[in-house]
């Protein structure tokens, strides 16, 4: 009902229903206005039958001036409405009341967008649900790709169109669950919004002046532009920068058939440091996969696995029955009362970035007290029980409560709780311990508490698995050779630790490195990336991105113009996960291997393309013999051959490709789920030839570590150069140090690790090789007025690129700071107010890596200043009294209406990308409730309207010096109350 509507419909009511005599009184008066009231909402309710009887089932206001005949509601008895409410005995004023309510259809084109109701009024729901709605329907299995938990899906489709999108239950990763944003797909798929044809530049890059062109046009620019750099020798100044890729087999395939190094992702804005830790300790793994659903207790440092976690659905399934059917004990450390935190058996806010310092106490406790494994520690790690009490002689509980503010007798009985628990139990981590400048160190200390306990590997226990994806024994056609060149983008020097095992990058200097001069790239092609948003710094960013002199051109592919398609040349509409292939699985917590299969579910809308579809195309194009590594045929040739493996299901009597298109998924049940594989006996094909080395126990065939020697007996061992569970690191000190590591990788036997290059020379960075943990100096001091800022996830938003989502956003579009009553008390904050948030670099990082150092204003105390932003604060108890909080996933300029919570039509020049004739969504167009009017004065906004506000304009370039991980978590921030008066700017 719109507003004026809703008044003249209160006044008429009102003045209906006066009393009728001003003489009554008492009991009388109030009988007689009850009787009134009662004769009136029979009268209404009479009228409304009356009415709904003359529309027939459409039940809607007739249509306004030129709408759709299509739109008009039908019926034999349709009629005129007053003659109808005549012949009923309705009163004028009563149907007058009536039509004041009625809502008007919503207006969409060929194209039914889900969630736009065509029948508004109480006649919409007539039937409602439709029992035929799902009659016929095809069920397509498929994948999500709405976050990186890529859990399985089935979809219901009728008539080329998909209807509903619901959980698999044959997936063995999600077991049939899915999140709201899983299901929010629909408003992926059908979105008015869609980018639908490719479009190329018209005017200054970010001015948004945009023409429509052919899948043609664009392939031919975009293959002579990449062909004359191929030519000139230099194929490495091609730059591909994924965001969240699921397709990496197609991506791998084109950027080495054309000879390029510079694969760029965003991994060190995610996980880089957890994942260094991981390999750290086990090579073989960056992931560790808590067995939550056997454990007895569970300890959580930083982790959000209720709403924001890489393995979210299944991840949080297995805790949840862990707890409830196991009757493990959930313990959470974490600087916010997430709803991980809030529905724990105990929650401890610590001071930001302590989390490795209560670890560190933790396993002193557990040393002292005794309740160490000590046939674990000695049989499998390569350090003893006593190296380890002098190494933590002095992290004590007391030390940990000085820097963290946790109370030293609950550390020491929460370690004794986890060690009495052992080997059930098992601790668990993420981005709120490692996205820090001490990172590294936080999470090798968490993980140092499983080795004392002796639950590494154990059921219920601290696990891994080297299936980090699809089941290795499935494996595509014939890929090209590596690339042999480098590029300081692709792997910068001064992280050590970013590329030796794995190619995680260091994603968030790329732009910083352009600007400095250090790179310039002739091409450079974004794929399903939102840097702009989701980038530290969001103004260098976004000059980088316009600077045609360090970016000569840029192709963006996304399903949505967002902003970086605004800084793009040539933008090329890439089709929703329900439109194209993948074989695709996260790490297993069954700790098996596993497969999924997404698969077209619908045909793309509009000239949406897959980039398995027209690499092939843009490789023919650029030539050079490119084109042979395209021969294997169609996608779906393609994806046959990759997935011949899939063995033949006895109940259908189908393998392969086939076989996952009826079922979405299959799990390799013949392997034994991956505990203890450092107990496996090693066969005596495996030994033949083998040599031992006297010394160490160390097994090596041709020179390649295979295995160790324990008790005489031959075992796999860890995949680490000592083969043991590397506590002490003695790779990672070398690697720091630019020493040779030759021997080290040969003995691990992941031979595919390999020392810094040249190119690495006189890059120095003192790693500890034992577990340690140090507190940056900028958060030793801080004055009244400063705190450390926080970012986290809600469980309907992931990162930037959900907030297109109408069903979500309406949900989640607003992000005020979150500050705790102590706080709001000393700086006179309420409820409301708005605060002016100053951000500066980091010392430690002035100090440590002068190279990211590129700010020059610096405030009073002398220290750099990053940014400044203003933004309403809740004061709620949920934070730390020294931590400032602001969600992401906020703060969109571009990508759709929804996004920037604008109300009505899509505008801009890039529009010419839609088709708003067969696409259109009336719903946001005229009720979005949450649209900001306030033109950006403070005193003008209400809260919880508006999209909200981008915290990375605060946020610096401030990777972890080990490991390249971005701190998120470590800024320090300075806060000043704004006066009413005070206008915006």
Not at 115 to 137: E, I, S, T
Request: glycine letters at 8%; one cysteine or more.
């Amino acid at each position: 009902m719109s507003q004026q509507a809703s008044n003249d419909f209160s006044k008429t009511m009102a003045d209906d229903l006066q009393p009728k005599t001003a003489f009554a009184f008492g009991q009388e008066s109030r009988e007689l206005r009850a009787a009134d009231i009662d004769a009136a909402r029979r009268a209404f309710l009479k009228a409304g039958a009356a009415l709904l009887g003359s529309l027939g089932i459409a039940g809607c206001a007739q249509p306004s001036e030129g709408e759709p005949t299509a739109q008009r509601p039908t019926g034999p008895d349709r009629g005129d409405e007053a003659d109808r409410g005549a012949q009923e005995g309705v009163r004028p004023e009563d149907l007058r009341r009536w039509r004041a309510i009625r809502g008007r259809p919503y207006q969409e084109g060929p194209v039914h967008v889900p969630g736009v109701c065509r029948l508004p009024g109480p006649n919409a729901k007539r039937n409602w649900p439709d029992r035929d709605k799902y009659r016929g329907a095809r069920r397509v299995p498929g994948m999500c790709q709405l976050c990186s938990t890529v859990c399985g899906i089935i979809g219901y489709v009728k008539d080329g169109r998909l209807l509903k999108i619901e959980g698999n239950p044959k997936d063995p990763n999600s077991r049939g669950h899915l999140c709201a944003r899983g299901q929010a797909g629909l408003n992926h798929q059908y979105h008015p919004e869609r980018l639908l044809y490719p479009l190329k530049r018209v005017g200054a890059r970010g001015e948004g002046r945009w023409r429509r062109i052919s899948w043609d046009e664009a392939l031919d620019e975009i293959a002579e532009r990449l062909r004359a750099i191929r030519e000139s020798g230099h194929p490495e100044d091609f730059a591909f920068h994924q965001g969240r890729s699921r397709s990496k087999d197609a991506v791998a395939r084109f950027l080495r058939a054309f000879g390029t190094p510079t694969q760029l992702n965003h991994r060190a804005l995610c996980s880089g440091a957890r994942r260094a830790a991981n390999l750290t300790y086990l090579w073989e793994s960056d992931w560790d996969l808590n067995d939550v659903e056997n454990a007895k207790y569970i300890l959580n440092f930083g982790s959000n696995a209720f709403e924001a976690h890489q393995g979210h659905v299944p991840f949080a399934n297995r805790i949840q029955n862990g707890r409830f059917r196991n009757g493990a004990k959930l313990v959470t450390f974490d600087v916010r009362l997430s709803n991980m935190a809030g529905a724990s058996d105990e929650w401890f806010a610590p001071f930001p970035g302590t989390d490795g310092a209560i670890a560190l106490a933790m396993a002193h406790t557990i040393l002292k007290e005794n309740l160490h494994d000590e046939e674990f520690i000695h049989r499998w790690t390569n350090v003893t029980v006593e190296e380890l009490r002098r190494h933590l002689a002095d992290r004590t509980p007391e030390w940990a409560e000085a820097v963290s503010g946790v109370p030293a007798a609950d550390i020491r009985r929460i370690a004794i709780e986890f060690a009495k628990a052992a080997p059930a139990c098992t601790t668990m981590c993420n981005r709120g311990s490692s996205a820090h400048l001490n990172g590294y160190y936080n999470d090798r200390a968490i993980h140092l508490l499983n080795a004392l306990v002796g639950s590494v590997g154990k059921k219920g226990g601290w696990c891994w698995s080297p299936y980090s994806g699809v089941d290795p024994d499935l494996q595509p056609p014939p890929m090209p050779p590596s690339v042999k060149k480098w590029h300081v983008l692709e792997d910068p020097p001064e992280y050590a630790l970013a590329n030796v095992w794995r190619r995680m990058r260091v994603g968030e200097i790329v732009y910083l490195y352009l600007l400095q001069g250090r790179a310039k790239l002739r091409a450079y092609m974004t794929y399903n990336l939102d840097s702009p948003l989701t980038w530290p710094e969001e103004s260098l960013t976004k000059d980088v991105l316009c600077n045609e002199e360090l970016i000569e051109f840029h192709v963006c592919i996304n399903c949505f113009y967002n902003e970086t398609a605004h800084y793009a040349d040539i933008v090329l509409p890439w089709t929703t996960y329900l439109e194209r292939w993948d074989l695709d699985a996260r790490a297993s917590y069954n700790l098996r291997p596993y497969v999924g299969l997404r698969t077209p579910m619908v045909e793309p809308l509009g000239e949406a393309r897959d980039i398995r579809d027209f690499f092939p195309e843009l490789a023919r194009r650029i030539g050079g013999g490119m084109e042979k590594w395209y021969a294997y045929g169609s996608t779906e040739d393609y994806m046959r051959q990759w997935a011949a493996k899939v063995p033949v299901d006895p109940r259908t009597g189908k393998g392969g490709l086939d076989r996952l298109l009826e079922d979405g998924v299959w799990e390799n049940t013949e392997r034994e789920p991956y505990y203890e594989p450092y107990n496996r006996p090693l066969s005596d094909e495996e030994l033949e030839g083998a040599e031992i080395d006297p010394q160490t126990g160390i097994i090596t065939r041709d020179g390649i570590g295979i295995g160790i020697m324990q008790d005489g007996r031959a075992v796999r061992g860890f995949a680490t150069p000592s083969r043991k569970f590397e506590i002490r690191s003695l790779f990672v000190n070398c690697v720091g140090r630019n020493e040779d590591c030759t021997r080290l990788i040969r003995n691990s036997g992941i031979t595919s690790t390999h020392p810094r290059p040249p190119q690495h020379a006189g890059h120095i960075v003192e790693i500890s090789p034992l577990p340690d943990w140090f507190q940056p100096e900028e958060h030793q001091e801080l004055a009244d007025d400063e705190l450390i800022m926080t970012s986290f996830k809600w469980n309907v938003h992931n990162h930037g690129r959900t907030m297109h989502l109408k069903w979500l956003a309406e949900i989640v579009h607003s992000n005020p700071a979150w500050i705790n009553p102590q706080t709001a008390r000393r700086l006179g904050l309420e409820d409301g107010d708005w605060v002016e948030i100053t951000s500066y670099f980091s010392r430690h990082l002035e100090k440590v890596s002068p190279h990211v150092v590129h700010f020059t204003e610096r405030d009073d105390t002398g220290r750099l200043v990053v940014s400044r932003m203003r933004i309403p604060v809740v004061v709620m108890p949920g934070i730390h009294p020294r931590a400032i909080a602001i969600s992401n996933s906020c703060g969109h300029w571009q990508y759709t209406n929804v996004a920037q919570a604008r109300r009505g039509k899509p505008r801009g020049g890039h529009v010419v990308g839609y088709d708003l004739q067969a696409m259109r969504d009336e719903d946001w167009e005229r009720n979005m409730w949450w649209e900001d009017v306030s033109g950006g004065d403070p005193r003008k906004w209400r809260p919880n309207t508006g999209n909200g506000w981008n915290q990375n304009r605060l946020l610096p370039i401030a990777p972890d010096p080990i490991s390249g991980q971005q701190a998120f978590h470590s800024t320090v921030v300075r806060i000043r109350k704004l006066t009413v008066a005070e206008p915006a700017r």
